[in-house]
């Protein structure tokens, strides 16, 4: 099963920038990749989870309209990784921020469905 591994996460002010990495490792990690629509999402205390950013496996993306113009997602194949480059931080940004994969990988005799989830990364923003 391939598994999703996030970094970049940390503290910042206000104004601040990080960039977030989540790269695909595991078995056949490169060719299950290319085949998943990548997402990053995040959970704040108290609140549900929410989407923050997708890339499609043709590279198409779309935003939560709270970090439109803010925040940039975008996916390497070559190194199975997606980013998310995120400008101009805000202190409601502060959340963990998960990395997520979906989609069907073909195989021999068929195909896999894959609906992946990693650990989270805590993004803090403070004055």
């Known amino acids: 099963q391939p598994q999703l591994v996030e970094s970049g996460g940390g503290l910042v002010q206000p104004g601040g920038s990080l960039r977030l990495s989540c790269r695909t490792s595991?078995?056949?990690?490169?060719?299950?990749?290319?085949?998943?629509?990548m997402g990053w999402y995040r959970q704040a205390p108290g609140k549900q989870r929410e989407l923050v950013a997708t890339v499609s496996t043709l590279g198409s993306t779309t935003y939560a309209d709270s970090v439109k113009g803010r925040f940039t997602i975008s996916r390497d194949n070559d190194a199975s990784t997606i980013y998310l480059q995120m400008n101009d931080l805000k202190p409601d940004d502060t959340a963990v921020y998960y990395c997520?994969?979906?989609?069907?990988?073909?195989?021999?005799?068929?195909?896999?469905?894959?609906?992946?989830w990693g650990e989270g990364t805590q993004v803090t923003v403070f004055s």
């Open positions: 997520n994969g979906q989609g069907r990988v073909m195989v021999p005799g068929g195909y896999d469905e894959h609906y992946l």
């Open positions: 595991g078995r056949n990690s490169g060719s299950v990749f290319r085949s998943l629509d």
